[in-house]
T-cell receptor
Framework: QQQVKQSPQSLIVQKGGISIINCAYE??????FPWYQQFPGKGPALLIA???DVSEKKEGRFTISFNKSAKQFSLHIMDSQPGDSATYFC?????????WGAGTKLIIKP | GAGVSQSPRYKVAKRGQDVALRCDPI?????LFWYQQALGQGPEFLTY????????KSGLPSDRFFAERPEGSVSTLKIQRTQQEDSAVYLC?????????????FGPGTRLTVT
């Protein structure tokens, strides 16, 4: 199946807290899992990505955790800041065609 | 010469009108993609170009939708006889390497409203 399921739909986190967004996929042919960040009125911007041969990837405050056997991956935002307030999309692909989750609207409360 | 640009940013069309949406990819990028993003949803793939060749148009919702990239750079998405269900943000993305065509850089989108 092509679907990528993302949760939660919306998330409110206090400044300095950890934001966690989860995604699950079905198609075992997927071999690249990016996360995109989208601000209102802007296009999505690539944030961080992982391949299934790695269980975790960290870039600054952003970490992807990947569980190949469970076909799940998640985005963790450490020390969340008000500037992180945006909509986050997970995606998956085995070629050029990105299959997107429905998005998570993240609000960081100061 | 920064990122992907799209024009117009906003377009209001009366039902039945034809519209043309333009995408200027990052200079030198081989791959170009069009997506449709409904309000509160993730983008959905429409079509893919490698240089001037349209390699995949499986996501185009109907034969009213047509895309072209005649010289392998600028692309135009045309929608004929617009319908209300065509209202969405249309995103264009480009990618510089064929082996990394999943690393896509997006423009700001064109918001189309069909009244």
């Amino acid at each position: 199946q092509q679907q990528v399921k993302q949760s939660p739909q919306s998330l409110i986190v206090q400044k300095g807290g950890i934001s966690i967004i989860n995604c699950a996929y079905e198609n075992t042919a997927f071999d690249y899992f990016p996360w995109y960040q989208q601000f209102p009125g802007k296009g999505p911007a690539l944030l961080i990505a992982i391949r299934p041969d790695v269980s975790e990837k960290k870039e600054g405050r952003f970490t992807i955790s990947f569980n190949k056997s469970a076909k799940q991956f998640s985005l963790h935002i450490m020390d969340s800041q008000p500037g992180d307030s945006a909509t986050y999309f997970c995606a998956a692909t085995g070629n050029y065609q990105l299959i997107w989750g429905a998005g998570t609207k993240l609000i960081i409360k100061p | 010469g920064a990122g992907v640009s799209q024009s117009p940013r906003y377009k209001v069309a009366k039902r039945g009108q034809d519209v043309a949406l333009r995408c200027d990819p990052i200079s030198g990028h081989v791959s170009l993609f069009w997506y449709q993003q409904a309000l509160g949803q993730g983008p959905e793939f429409l079509t893919y170009f490698q240089n001037e060749a349209q390699l995949d148009k499986s996501g185009l919702p109907s034969d009213r939708f047509f895309a072209e990239r005649p010289e392998g750079s600028v692309s135009t998405l045309k929608i004929q006889r617009t319908q209300q269900e065509d209202s969405a943000v249309y995103l264009c993305a480009s990618s510089g390497r064929l082996d990394l065509s999943y690393e896509q850089y997006f423009g700001p989108g064109t918001r189309l409203t069909v009244t």
